[in-house]
């Protein structure tokens, strides 16, 4: 069950990291998209990351709860909004940047958010 677990913790920071990354190559584009590092990057991290929470919860490993509450609706959020602006040309900058300290955001809060 560890080896699951940690399967699926790794592929939720690939996740996290394509959708970055598909966001970091075009920083310096004039006009910014949801491109398919994106699109996958999210899906990916999502999904993962319920996954390890029923991982978790069926073992024998305490959860908690108030960080997957705030993972789980910021994930949502950054999934909604790029699944809606998909099949669009360009996206605005403002979302562009928001979609940013969103994926920071919840990265951080992966990483600093420790203790139960």
């Known amino acids: 069950m560890e080896l699951l677990e940690h399967l699926l913790v790794f592929l939720h920071f690939v996740g996290w990291a ?34 390890v929470v029923g991982v978790l919860e069926g073992g024998d490993e305490d ?25 669009k040309e360009k996206i605005p900058d403002g979302l562009f940047w928001g979609l940013m300290a969103l994926t920071l955001g919840n990265m951080a809060v992966a990483i600093f958010w420790t203790g139960s």
């Open 63 to 87: 959860v908690n709860h108030a960080k997957v509450a705030v993972k789980f609706g910021v994930g949502l959020v950054v999934l909604i909004l790029v699944m809606a602006n998909m099949r």
């Open 18 to 51: 394509a959708l970055l990354g598909g966001m970091v190559v075009q920083m310096r584009e004039p006009t910014k998209s949801v491109n398919a590092a994106m699109r996958d990057g999210i899906g990916l991290a999502f999904l993962a990351g319920l996954f």
